[in-house]
């Protein structure tokens, strides 16, 4: 019998145009497989192809061109929402404004490449502003980061936090103590989430197993528990060490079948779309 699966809302999703935002970040050699533009017809495909709802894009690039142009396609079908960049330390409400798309659902900054490694605490970041507009926040941190992101969540009560990707465990260093640590604390707070997402891409590329993955997500599974865990794709990036179908299976085999509706799509939409599922 063929089993039957939960509606799925892909929280972590991305799709460029290089001539109009460059993605520097991409190896042209060890990721020749995302070296490419990637826009709404591959979305499409992927997702008939291993079954996901709608996506919430998220950034790649600290650029105002690149959120709107996200926008500009985010009334496509398979698209449910877009977490853009704006600058945190110019006028947030301005830009806001400027921007003025019911299809803003959420605001990252690449903190995990900013050139300022404790970005996160700039006291000219308007983190206020964002809770004001009722948007969350994802932190895209490495783990030596956690710590930071903790000192900024617990000094924002009143804005949602999203951490990406589990906090980027280093699997194929098999040192997961500091990222446990730093995880931990933000897990103690009640403004922050966690995505199932992006995991595969820190291990070793070409010769891991499943069973790599299985302590950092039961970790962080027990931390946060399912209420506060989304799944993501981080298509098209997944490509780089696995397949986007491959991974969801890995997701809903860790993930108790009686939280599927939660991680799979009820969490995600309350966190970025505001819809209750009580």
């Given at each position: ?9 892909d929280s972590h999703a991305h799709l460029w145009?290089r ?7 991409i ?5 020749a497989v995302?070296?490419q533009?990637f826009?709404?017809d591959d979305?499409?495909?992927v997702q008939?192809?291993?079954g996901?709802?709608g ?6 690039s600290?650029?105002?061109q ?5 926008l500009?396609?985010a009334g ?7 977490v853009g960049?704006?600058?945190?330390e110019?006028d947030?409400?301005?830009?806001l404004?400027a921007l003025?798309s019911p ?8 903190a995990?490449q ?12 308007d983190f ?11 932190l895209?941190?490495?783990p030596?980061q956690?710590?930071?992101a903790a000192?900024?969540v ?13 906090g980027?465990?280093p699997?194929?260093?098999?040192d997961?103590?500091e990222?446990?640590?730093g995880v ?8 922050v ?9 820190q291990?070793?590329w070409?010769?891991?197993s ?7 997500i039961d970790i962080a ?7 506060r865990m989304l799944?993501g ?6 490509m780089?060490?696995?397949s986007l179908?491959?991974?969801?299976e890995?997701a809903?085999?860790f993930?108790?079948?009686?939280h599927h509706d ?10 970025y779309l505001?819809e209750?599922h009580?």
């Amino acid at each position: 019998m063929t089993p039957t699966h939960s509606r799925v809302i892909d929280s972590h999703a991305h799709l460029w145009q290089r001539s109009r935002t460059p993605q520097p970040w991409i190896d042209p050699e060890s990721m020749a497989v995302i070296d490419q533009d990637f826009w709404t017809d591959d979305l499409v495909a992927v997702q008939a192809e291993v079954g996901i709802d709608g996506a919430i894009l998220v950034q790649s690039s600290n650029s105002a061109q690149e959120t709107a142009d996200l926008l500009a396609v985010a009334g496509h079908p398979s698209v449910v929402g877009v977490v853009g960049w704006i600058d945190l330390e110019g006028d947030v409400s301005a830009q806001l404004a400027a921007l003025d798309s019911p299809h803003l659902v959420g605001i990252r900054h690449l903190a995990h490449q900013d050139p300022d490694h404790e970005w996160l605490l700039r006291p000219s970041v308007d983190f206020a502003a964002l809770a004001a507009a009722g948007l969350p926040f994802d932190l895209v941190v490495n783990p030596s980061q956690l710590a930071l992101a903790a000192k900024v969540v617990a000094s924002n009560p009143g804005t949602h936090f999203v951490l990406d990707h589990l906090g980027n465990p280093p699997i194929a260093s098999g040192d997961l103590d500091e990222w446990r640590s730093g995880v931990a604390r933000l897990a103690a707070l009640d403004n922050v989430s966690v995505k199932l997402s992006g995991i595969t891409l820190q291990t070793n590329w070409a010769s891991w197993s499943v069973d790599d993955l299985r302590q950092p997500i039961d970790i962080a599974l027990d931390l946060f528990g399912p209420e506060r865990m989304l799944f993501g794709s981080d298509w098209p990036l997944v490509m780089l060490a696995s397949s986007l179908s491959a991974w969801i299976e890995i997701a809903r085999e860790f993930i108790p079948a009686e939280h599927h509706d939660a991680v799979f799509s009820g969490n995600a939409e309350r966190v970025y779309l505001g819809e209750s599922h009580a």
